[in-house]
């Protein structure tokens, strides 16, 4: 885990992504990049960097938005608790969910950690709608934060599949993920009416899981709820865990470990981080 990308737009979801970065990145030696992204400006904009009354068609204020940005980003960067981490920043022009895909593989990163306001926030960036476009798109792990996080209290994390595919690479990058944050992994099978299995099919199906993967630190659980991901979200609160993986399917948008986009669905509704990243077609 190298590189950790983070999306910044000052707003209160990219601080809590950016301190959360941070601890990752103290805990696997990593460096972090903050990128902002410029759009086209509009009255909003401008606003939002604190200029007044300017006529955002003209293009002479993009190059003032740029140096205004590139302030604001140094005050992060230089601010005491964040004087201990490898952060470079980047300030790119266009739209922000394309520029994200492409600098990820541009910059090769290896994590993406970004805020978001769920699917009731507020019509801007971070709204759950393109956290979720984020994690069906792109190519290396996203993790996604609506609330402050702390890495430190992260002991449980819940996987929920399917367990009728397996993905060699997915489970890989879980099980490095679960060693980064030294965490349990509390294995869920969710069985709805319209997909029931009964418990000595789903019993040997992980347990041959866990076996096949030699998968340690975890625990195995079946949870009855109408849908998956409500009971995903449901199942890590009863649990008291701290964060949710998911595997998700980069074409459709829908898990292999999972029917539906049901990945997306829970990064939209889910108070935990979810970590999700893409399987294989």
């Known amino acids: ?8 737009d000052f707003s209160k979801v990219s601080e809590h992504a ?48 740029y140096e205004t940005v590139q302030a604001k980003l140094a005050d992060v960067v230089t601010a005491a608790k964040y004087s201990d981490d490898k952060i470079t920043t980047k300030i790119q022009l266009g739209n922000p969910f394309n520029t994200i895909i492409d600098q990820i593989i541009e910059e090769k990163m290896s ?21 979720e476009k984020i994690v069906r798109k792109a190519t290396c792990p996203v993790i996604t934060i609506q609330n402050k996080c702390e890495l430190e209290p992260i002991e449980k994390i819940v996987f929920a599949s399917d367990f009728q595919h397996t993905d060699d690479d997915f489970v890989s990058q879980m099980k490095d993920m679960q060693k980064t944050f030294d965490a349990q992994l509390n294995i869920v099978k969710i069985n ?13 199906q992980m347990e041959e899981f866990v076996k096949k993967y030699s998968i340690s630190n975890y625990t195995i659980d079946i949870y009855n709820y109408k849908n998956e991901e409500d009971g995903i979200i449901f199942y890590a609160e009863d649990v008291k865990a701290d964060m949710i993986a998911l595997g998700t399917h980069q074409r459709k948008g829908v898990g292999h470990f999972l029917s539906g986009s049901i990945a997306e669905d829970v990064v939209n509704h889910s108070q935990f981080p979810v970590w999700t ?5």
């Open 1 to 8: 885990m190298k590189r950790i990308l983070v999306p910044y």
């Open 18 to 65: 950016l301190d959360f970065a941070c601890q990752i990145a103290d805990k696997a030696d990593s460096e972090i990049m903050l990128l902002n992204v410029i759009e086209h400006p509009t009255a909003d904009s401008f606003k939002t960097l604190g200029m007044q009354n300017v006529d955002p068609m003209e293009q002479i204020y993009i190059k003032k938005m």
């Open 111 to 131: 994590l993406l950690v970004v805020g978001t306001e769920g699917a009731e926030g507020l019509n801007e960036f971070f709204a759950g709608s393109n956290a």
């Open 192 to 204: 709805t009416p319209a997909s029931f299995t009964s418990t000595r099919h789903d019993t040997k």
């Open 277 to 281: 990243t893409h399987l294989k077609d």
